[in-house]
């Protein structure tokens, strides 16, 4: 154990996919361990049985890795498997006992249900605290909340108090033996060092009764921070009912991991300055808990396939044609892809669209109905393409520049821009009005087969 610096974690529940918000967490605490020369422990809380699966925690290792939060760096510790450490979270549950911290009670919650009704209380009103039950099956180990309140000191919030008397006696240990969240997640963290707990904010209600625990074990509590959380465009907590939550969907769908750490780092937090894109070493080295922003943070889709698009901008052409590679057909020729590449990189903004935009290179035309009618039931489309057969057969040098010049000087007497004037060409070559330059694309395709589908599509029209 490295115990020289401060020591995170981060605790995730293997019950289902890898959400975006647990990413930002991880990257939170991962950005401080480096920067402060402390320890990332990963700690796999797995202990509801019934909603863990082996695969969710294959899918948080590999996420972490995806990530770049690297398991094999001197900064990194574990995984941790909480089911390992029953006994040793019922031993203190034990200790808490025997000092007097916490008490059994057998009352079930139908049984408190009735009886707090019957008083015209809220929940559990500590009914068992004097009756001095010895453990046994059946009862619950409750910890007995002390008068008063409790200052959480808050990194991201300030000091946050909590009065106890909305607290009520909370449950450790279940009457089956098992130990609660707050029990395990506290005695974990002792037993693992853990000096700053770096969290999503939805645990804040947890933290005066896991503080109360730390005291009562004779520990001074972690650091703590809570950080918002990520909402949706409604301004709705992210759900996984919802919203895309799973990080292996945007991985899966052609987002860099570059782009999404730097992406969820911004999230709520800036460098200070209008810069947004940013290299992970100094985001590490100007991230701050105090300048995470309090206020809930938007994860906008579109901002980051804009992020994603920067940085598919800032690859070499050749670092841009590997990154493509897994997303496009076998059958399809690299070096005819490597031609159209860079025509593609400056507009691209997640790889999975890439066999899309240019498929039409690979697989012959296709007509897009919609833009077949936008750009072919025209007058002058006929004529464009008959004009364009006729120039295009006779050129002898097939470059982009040279294919531009030409219907340059055939649109002159159409009285049209170019933009409308290569619409018809487009169309009969792509099949659609949109993609990649289109010159640049005919040189690729060549010019026996840019004539055989500008022919095809000029008999296509009736007139
Ligand atoms: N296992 C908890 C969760 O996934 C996290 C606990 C913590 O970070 O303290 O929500």
């Known amino acids: ?27 939170f605490n991962w950005a401080l361990a480096t920067s402060t020369g402390g320890t990332f422990v990963l700690r796999i809380e797995d202990t509801d049985e019934a909603r863990n699966r082996p695969e969710w925690t294959d899918g948080i290792l590999s996420a972490l890795e995806w990530l770049g939060i690297d398991s094999s760096s001197p900064t990194f510790e574990g995984p941790y498997f909480q089911s390992s450490y029953a006994d040793e979270h019922l031993r203190a549950a034990d200790r808490l006992f025997e000092n007097g911290y916490a008490y059994y009670c057998e009352m079930s919650p139908d ?137 292996e969907q945007y991985r899966d769908e052609g987002i860099l991991s570059d782009a999404m750490v730097n992406y969820l780092m911004t999230l709520g937090w800036s460098a200070g300055d209008d810069r947004e894109i940013l290299p992970w070493d100094e985001i590490t080295s100007l991230f701050a808990l105090g300048d995470v922003n309090l206020s809930p943070a938007f994860f906008d889709v579109k901002k980051l396939a804009a992020f994603n698009g920067e940085y598919i901008r800032m690859m070499s052409e050749d670092e841009f044609a590997a990154a493509c590679d897994p997303w496009l057909p076998d059958d399809w020729d690299r070096a005819t892809f490597a031609a159209i590449a860079p025509h593609v990189q400056p507009r691209l903004v997640t790889f999975s669209e890439v066999s899309g935009v240019v498929d039409f290179i690979f697989n012959g035309v296709e007509y897009d109905e919609a833009s077949w009618d936008k750009v072919m039931t025209t007058d002058v489309a006929a004529p464009l393409l008959d004009e364009s057969i006729l120039r295009y057969s006779a050129v002898d ?27 018809p060409v487009r169309v009969a070559v792509t099949g659609r009005t949109v993609g990649p330059p289109l010159f640049e694309s005919l040189e690729v395709i060549g010019q026996s087969e840019t004539l055989s589908r500008l022919r095809h599509a000029r008999g296509r029209i009736s007139t």
């Open 1 to 27: 154990m490295n115990s020289s610096g401060p020591r995170f974690r981060f605790a995730p529940s293997p019950t289902g996919y890898f959400h975006v918000g647990g990413a930002r967490t991880a990257l």
């Open 111 to 247: 049984d408190i249900a009735q009886r707090a009704k019957a008083e015209g209380v809220t929940g559990y009103n500590g009914w068992s605290r004097d009756l001095g039950l010895e453990p046994g099956p059946g009862r619950v180990l409750r910890f007995k909340v002390p008068e008063g309140s409790t200052i959480v000191r808050d990194q991201v919030r300030g000091d946050v108090e909590f009065d106890h008397s909305v607290i009520e006696d909370f449950v450790l240990v279940r009457s089956n033996g098992t130990p609660v969240f707050n029990l395990a997640n506290v005695v974990d963290d002792m037993s693992m060092g853990i000096t700053n707990v770096i969290r999503a904010e939805e645990h804040l209600p947890n933290t005066p009764k896991q503080q109360m625990i730390w005291t009562a074990l004779d520990r001074e509590p972690p650091v703590w921070g809570h950080v918002p959380v990520l909402v949706n465009e409604q301004r709705k907590k992210l759900s996984k009912r919802r919203d895309k939550v799973a990080l």
């Open 397 to 423: 040098n097939w470059q982009a520049d040279n294919l531009k010049a030409i219907l340059e000087h055939i649109m002159e007497p159409f009285g049209l821009k170019l933009g409308k004037a290569q619409a």
